[in-house]
């Protein structure tokens, strides 16, 4: 069989801007705005018509006339629009929901009627097969193995070192719960020690933190998206810090693992985790607007407890992240690294994470947030801890 290999390409996307004022008000608004959103690959283009030539192969194949009789239930016009539909299903298996929309409505029987067919599941299983390598050798795939990995694992180590609320013990066991996540190569649509089971791309990120092993995996979607650095920065802190969340931070692997006392207890979780005071100034309304949960300290990795986390350990290491810049470089990249979060059920989130931290602000060349809506949770660096804090390693990109 003919070996198909896709081509990535990596280029900075034009950004359209309502004015300075506009965008230190409602970052969201310019990131999320039709035309500044992600721009895409040529890969799912590529990809969607290789499938479609395989699938036409098939249904040419007089020998296929079992799985033909599958495909009655899609009722559709002919055989064109029959491998139309084929790739199209194919492809959102493998690549997730941003892949070409049906050009009919399926139902779930009509798609179960071609799952476990083996002609079918042969295409998808090559299809997946050559993603995984795609991955191993895109750019910016390269970039993280190599260089960027490292060098925001040793940014959040050193924000976590000058954390005066934690005590030596507990710095200790947050960096080395950083430090000991390892890049795994293993397909991220795939759970379970072994992978034994798949689930859906349209279930994960472009970039997966998994906090059963500690380590650091790559999606499909990855290869949908053109990344600039500021993009890769935003989605490695993000995934990176949710090691150290409520819920993740007990698990894992590390030298010096943290484990809650009283697991089942609410009250003494609370109190029991090492970045309590952070969490409380989150959860604030005016910082986060993240109500308390009454009932669950830590449930799926989307509630506010771990985000909020997350979120504001993203802030702090950004700005840390990029050689000097102008500040309409920073505003282009903190714009386009902003997409990622559009289209999630809270895009003010951007405005939560990016424009509340005043590092930030200062490089995109904002004024300061007035008294009445600022809130900001950070810790100024004690004299102590900036001496004591090891400049990161891996050097700027």
Known sequence: MKRIFFLLLFCAAPWTFAGNASLCQ???????????????????????????????????????????????????KNEDEEAEILATLAEKESLGSSASALPKDISMAEKDQLRGDKAYDKIVSDLDEQIQKDLASAKGAQEIQKTLL???????????????QLEPTQKKQLVDKVKAIQFDKTPCTSV??????????????????????????????????????????LELAQELSHSIDPCSIAMGTSPSPFKYKKPNDLKAMKSQYPLHKLLSCLQEEKAS?????????????????????????????????????????????????????????????????????????????????????SHDCSEKPSAAARTQTPAPEGGRR
């Open 192 to 233: 379970g020690q072994g992978g034994e089971q798949k689930i859906s791309p349209s279930l994960t990120t472009d970039i997966f933190y998994s906090p059963t092993h500690n380590t650091l995996q790559l999606c499909p979607s990855f290869l949908l998206h053109e990344k600039d650095e500021f993009q890769l920065a």
């Open 289 to 373: 607007e993240a109500k308390v949960h009454a009932t669950f300290f830590c449930e799926a990795q989307n509630n506010t407890n771990t985000n909020s986390i997350s979120d504001w350990m993203t802030a702090e290491v950004l700005p840390r992240s990029f050689d000097k810049k102008s500040k309409l470089e920073y505003q282009a990249g903190y714009a386009h690294a902003a997409t990622t979060l559009c289209g999630s059920t809270d895009e003010s989130r951007i405005n939560r994470i990016l424009l509340a931290n005043p590092k930030i602000r200062e490089q995109m060349g904002c004024p300061p947030q007035a008294a009445k809506e």
């Open 26 to 76: 409602d970052l969201a608004r310019v990131s999320c705005a039709p035309e500044n959103q992600k721009k895409q690959t040529t890969y799912q283009a590529q990809a969607h018509a290789h499938l479609l030539a395989k699938f036409k192969n098939l249904l040419a194949n007089p020998n296929e006339a079992v799985f033909k009789k599958r495909l009655v239930a899609l009722k559709a």
């Open 150 to 164: 490292l060098r925001m694992k040793n940014l959040i180590s050193q924000r976590i070192n000058e954390m005066d």
